[in-house]
């Protein structure tokens, strides 16, 4: 099931998907300070609309760094993170915002 295209992806593959798109970029921002996602909060949060990060919180689950906790629902859903978007999160972090 988790054959998706992020276990092809290299390191810099998996950072230019990331900040081609800038919904991508505030996803991956909002997901360090919240272990618990909800595309209304972030939205909100970010002054983007709920359609914008619910998109980009497909294409995270797509690519398998977040999960849906309440598949059964059609709104109000609710995401968290997966090892594999911890990876990322930290790929990320080690790379560009590390200022050692």
């Not at 054959?3 to 990331?18: C, K, P, R, T």
């Not at 921002?29 to 939205?43: G, N, V, W």
């Not at 359609?51 to 968290?80: D, H």
Request: contains cysteine.
């Amino acid at each position: 099931m988790m054959d998706h295209a992020q276990g092809n992806m290299s390191e810099d593959e998996l950072i230019a998907w990331v900040f081609g798109v800038d919904r991508r970029i505030v996803l991956a921002e909002a997901m360090k300070d919240q272990p618990i996602l909800k595309a209304s909060d972030i939205a909100q949060e970010t002054n983007r609309s709920t359609q914008n990060i619910s998109r980009a919180l497909k294409e995270f689950k797509e690519q398998g760094f977040v999960m849906c906790l309440n598949p059964e629902k059609t709104t109000w859903k609710r995401y968290a993170i997966t090892n594999e978007g911890r990876r990322l999160l930290k790929i990320i972090d080690d790379l560009y915002f590390s200022h050692n």
